[in-house]
């Protein structure tokens, strides 16, 4: 008897328990969005290099900005080399570019490039988990998963994990991040 398809899973694991949180509906709502954040924070801690993140902070909430948007994507053009070989690092350099050029800037600006990077990442995902569904399971059980993992991923606050990444908010503690149910009262609902 298999484990389900989320065990061959080419995915880190944070990504692999949000797969088997989808794939078992005795898990409810609350506890695969606390994985899908989860998914995204473990994520965030190993894609994105320390570096890339001050860059940005430096560009986005410098005291006296100049008048030319210019200079400001040229300092992010110059982080994006610090990006080599991290996709979701890249992908927030690229979110931040987009951010600049349509004018938002400060806190607002730097939360919102955050929070389109890590929804991109989130959609990436999606489509490689279904995908992997596709290959190895079967056609209900794959829609199962890709709605369940939607519907968490919807449900995650993605704003506020956007500000703890970009550090504007004092980040939560990283550790397990999903809760354990380890009392008899903790179970499955009836």
């Keep these: 008897m298999s484990d389900g398809p989320y065990r061959s899973l080419p995915m880190s694991r944070g990504w692999k328990r949000l797969a088997e949180f989808a794939e078992n ?13 989860h998914a995204l924070k473990t994520t965030w801690t190993n894609e994105v290099p320390a570096i890339v993140v001050k860059g940005l902070r430096d560009v986005f909430l410098e005291k006296e900005p100049g008048l030319f948007a210019d200079t400001r994507l040229a300092r992010v053009e110059a982080v994006v080399a610090d990006t080599a070989g991290y996709g979701l690092g890249r992908l927030l350099a690229a979110h931040a ?10 806190e607002a600006g730097l939360t919102e490039a955050t929070r389109r990077a890590l929804e991109s990442y989130a959609a990436r995902s999606v489509r490689q988990i279904e995908e992997h ?15 369940r993992i939607s519907d968490a991923i919807g449900s995650a606050d993605i704003t506020t994990l956007a500000r703890q990444c970009a550090g504007l908010e004092p980040r939560a503690r990283l550790g397990r991040g999903i809760r354990k149910h380890d009392d008899i009262d903790a179970g499955v609902a009836l």
């Design 97 to 106: 570019s987009s951010v600049l050029a349509e004018g938002l800037t400060g």
């Design 133 to 147: 569904y596709c290959r190895k399971a079967s056609a209900r059980l794959t829609a199962q998963v890709r709605t």
């Design 25 to 37: 509906v005795n898990f409810d709502r609350a506890d695969t969005s606390a994985a899908a954040s």
